[in-house]
């Protein structure tokens, strides 16, 4: 049984070089093997998507080069590989993060325009690749800040009680529990609810009792908890049930959280598609902290063997 790699994508671009120290520290919290793969475009008459993955002669790539010069002594780590195989980044990213844990990359690379937050290569991954995936975001975003807690490490993560993902909170508490952090688990519900009309011979719409919704949900979403809390004792956990957009709520907390966790999208019987949920997507553009993209099904810590 072997550990599988985090994987850091990197194209030469300060994002990704961003990026690349943070799957550094995630694989020695992990002890995993990192691999650096750099996706060069195939050439013409090359098939796209079809990735060549053999490790590059040495000076071959000027930014593998880069990389490793970043990356320095790389104390701690099983081992490090250096990848360059050729074809789309995007499809080629997604392929090799079947055979990862953790696949990190920057918001923005080389291409594309700079006012973007998300490149399309960084969406295309976050959608479509089997694995978490962690997307670094460019320094000095600025976000509304929440309530304050106490001082620390922290890791966010977005809870939907309607419809709760078991794959989230794994990583979530997972994750937490290889950084020591606090777990902010944010279950926002909507607030004032859409308006009932009443039934046929009512007088008027019924009532809705705003502190009982926020009991239900609190209630609900430590159920939701249980069972992590058990596999994870050490982690200590922050709930709070506010009322209102759950991805503002979410880019709030990311100030000076270490990492905030949303699920991707469930595959829907009349939409099979691959897509990245709404909140996710928000999250992904406007939070201060990276952002970790978990699609259902998958694990926190995944072997091969």
Do not use: K
Request: with cysteine; glycine share 10%.
């Amino acid at each position: 049984m072997t550990t599988l790699p985090v994987v850091a994508a990197v194209d030469g671009s300060d994002d990704s070089l961003r990026a690349l120290e943070w799957a550094s520290a995630a694989a020695r919290l992990r002890v995993a093997p990192l691999h650096v793969a750099h996706v060069r475009q195939y050439g013409r008459g090359a098939r796209p998507g079809v990735p060549g993955a053999v490790p590059p002669e040495p000076g071959a790539d000027p930014v593998l080069d880069q990389a490793r010069a970043r990356l320095g002594d790389p104390a701690g780590l099983p081992a490090v590989e250096y990848l360059c195989p050729n074809g789309t980044p995007a499809a080629v990213l997604s392929q090799l993060g079947d055979t990862a844990q953790l696949m990190v990359l920057g918001s923005r690379g080389r291409g594309g325009f700079a006012s973007l937050l998300l490149g399309s290569t960084g969406q295309a991954v976050a959608r479509d690749t089997d694995c978490p995936v962690v997307v670094v975001p460019q320094p000095g975003r600025e976000v509304h800040q929440g309530p304050p807690l106490a001082p620390g490490p922290r890791v966010v993560v977005g809870l939907h009680v309607d419809s709760p993902a078991e794959a989230v909170l794994a990583f979530a508490f997972a994750e937490a529990d290889h950084r020591g952090a606090l777990l902010q688990v944010v279950a926002a519900y909507p607030w004032p609810p859409l308006p009932v009309w009443p039934a046929p011979g009512e007088l008027g719409a019924p009532v809705v009792d705003e502190e009982a919704v926020e009991e239900e949900i609190r209630t609900l979403s430590a159920s939701f908890l249980t069972g992590h809390r058990e596999r994870h004792p050490r982690v200590r956990v922050d709930l709070s049930t506010p009322p209102g957009d759950a991805a503002g709520h979410l880019v709030a907390a990311s100030a000076g959280a270490e990492l905030v966790v949303v699920g991707r999208h469930r595959r829907r019987l009349l939409a099979p598609a691959r897509m990245i949920g709404s909140v996710a997507r928000a999250v992904l553009l406007h939070a201060a902290s990276p952002v970790a993209v978990v699609p259902p099904g998958a694990e926190p810590s995944r072997t091969d063997g």
